[in-house]
């Protein structure tokens, strides 16, 4: 049994019907959860940027603090 034109139209049809619900719904759907997944990694990378600049910070007011106390040594240690 061969298949008419009409049949072949038929099936071309219910294939781009199919199509379209699912490109609808990965574009209600699938698109939405990645968005929600992008912003969530961008507002932790944001988080993660802000305390290496406060960890960045810190360091660098521990490292003044080691080359005073440096300063300090090698200055008594000569005097004395």
Same mark, same amino acid.
């Given at each position: 049994?061969?298949?008419? +034109? *009409?049949?072949? &139209? ?8 199919? %199509? ?6 990965? !574009?209600?759907?699938?698109? +939405? *959860?990645?968005? &929600?997944?992008a912003d969530g990694h961008?507002?932790?990378? %944001? ?6 600049? !406060? ?26």
């Open positions: 049994m061969a298949l008419t +034109k *009409e049949d072949l &139209q038929a099936i071309a049809s219910l294939i781009s019907q199919s %199509e379209n619900r699912i490109m609808t719904y990965i !574009e209600s759907h699938v698109e +939405k *959860e990645i968005q &929600q997944i961008k507002m932790l990378y %944001e988080k993660v940027d802000r305390e290496f600049k !406060e960890i960045h910070e810190e360091l660098d007011e521990l490292k003044g603090t080691q080359a005073a106390q440096e300063f300090v040594i090698t200055r008594r240690l000569k005097q004395g």
